[in-house]
């Protein structure tokens, strides 16, 4: 079984081809005016679009978690920590479909 997403309305940060895949770097919309926006790396075949132009992309998800040691600074105890790693790859992409703009004209 694989997991789909549709990230809708990111930008294109930045793009780079690597070892015969086109990694894009986009950004979704901060939920508010206090926030960061997240990010995401997506893996495909073909260029994305361009920068700052906004798309809406259909992905396949998965993901490892790895378990890194670290020594606890305050107890000088050996712990674990989990480390995720998720994976999009852009099985679809088109221009973003914008809401259109109720303003009086």
């Known amino acids: 079984m694989s997991i789909t997403v549709n990230l809708k309305g990111v930008r294109i940060e930045k ?3 690597w070892q015969g895949k ?11 005016a206090f926030s960061h926006p997240s990010k995401f790396r997506l893996s495909s075949d073909q260029p994305l679009g361009q920068t700052n132009q906004l798309i809406d992309v259909d992905c396949t998800v998965r993901g ?3 378990q890194k040691s670290y020594v606890d600074k305050n107890t000088g105890q050996q ?14 992409v088109r221009p973003a479909m914008l809401p259109k703009n109720n303003a009086p004209q």
């Open 64 to 66: 490892v978690v790895t």
């Open 22 to 32: 086109q990694y894009t770097v986009v950004s979704a919309p901060a939920p508010d």
């Open 79 to 92: 712990k674990m920590i989990d480390n995720a790693a998720t994976y999009f790859d852009v099985f679809a």
């Open 15 to 17: 793009s780079e081809f």
